[in-house]
């Protein structure tokens, strides 16, 4: 049966240690969620708690939105 499709998206591969990889076969296992869905939702929300312009330096221009 063919996956849906999810947008556009880019393959990364990771390296954990194999007990990790132990347990995250577990929980793909008991909850039915693939490990790269599992994977992918990590490294999303992790992403989202990373403010990139301020690490990178380039903030946000001091200019008035309008309402």
Known sequence: MPQPFKGDRRNITVRVQAVDAQKLQAFS???GDSKSDVVARL????????DIDNISGQGALPIAKAS
């Open 29 to 31: 296992d008991i909850t």
């Open 43 to 50: 490294v999303i929300d992790f992403l989202k708690t990373i």
